[in-house]
């Protein structure tokens, strides 16, 4: 379990164990590339080998593309776009060696449709399903599944904190997001679907 902030981590790392599996936490900024690659060797030496790698870390800043500040804007890509990049790159060199391996890039609807005041996040998102399609194409002959995850509105803290007025019935339960990528990461040997779209029923983002 990778975090910005150990404490979060911990936190999730100790849940899973209490429910009976194997975690450990990692303090890691996935937009710094000695910390991303240092997650993934740390997870291999630690359990072995490294099956599945989700990219899930995200962040965005809200205001017109006049004000935006140019280390706002190198900070939403460097997390968001940047990080997948390295994250990745580390874990295939891995699953190359064993024929096999799976990646989900959860990406969002800011990469289908846009909306103001977001330049940063959509450039990222946009760039993540891009970057996550050239991927699957590169490494599908060697056995390794990449997939994005092009995730509607949920109920978490990225939208909760920034945007206290939302309407949470317009919103989905993350788990039902978690849910519905185990079952993309069960799929047959021989099938991958390089991209879905998980939406809450009452989706204002998307058509």
């Not at 993540?128 to 997939?147: C, D, F, Q, T, Y």
């Not at 993309?184 to 879905?196: F, I, K, S």
């Amino acid at each position: 379990v990778a975090d910005l902030q150990q404490q979060a981590a911990q936190a999730l790392a100790d849940e899973l164990t209490e429910a009976g599996l194997h975690a450990e936490a990692i303090a890691c900024d996935v937009g710094n590339t000695d910390q991303a690659e240092h997650a993934v060797r740390h997870t291999i030496d630690r359990f072995g080998t490294i099956d599945v790698l989700i990219n899930n870390a995200g962040t965005d800043v809200t205001c017109s593309l006049t004000e935006l500040e140019i280390a706002d804007w190198e900070r939403v890509l460097r997390t968001n776009l940047h990080g997948p990049f390295v994250l990745t790159r580390a874990a295939a060199r891995h699953m190359m060696g064993r024929g096999h391996g799976q990646v989900v890039n959860i990406t969002s609807t800011a990469a289908k449709r846009q909306w103001p005041n977001a330049v940063a996040y959509h450039a990222s998102k946009t760039g993540l399903l891009a970057l996550s399609h050239a991927m699957h194409a590169e490494l599908r002959p060697a056995g390794i599944k990449v997939m994005a995850v092009i995730a509607g509105g949920m109920s978490t803290p990225f939208l909760l904190q920034r945007f206290p007025g939302i309407d949470r019935s317009t919103l989905q339960d993350p788990a039902s997001v978690a849910l519905a990528i185990c079952e993309l990461l069960q799929l047959p040997t021989g099938t991958v679907m390089p991209e879905v779209t998980i939406l809450p029923m009452r989706e204002t983002s998307w058509p």
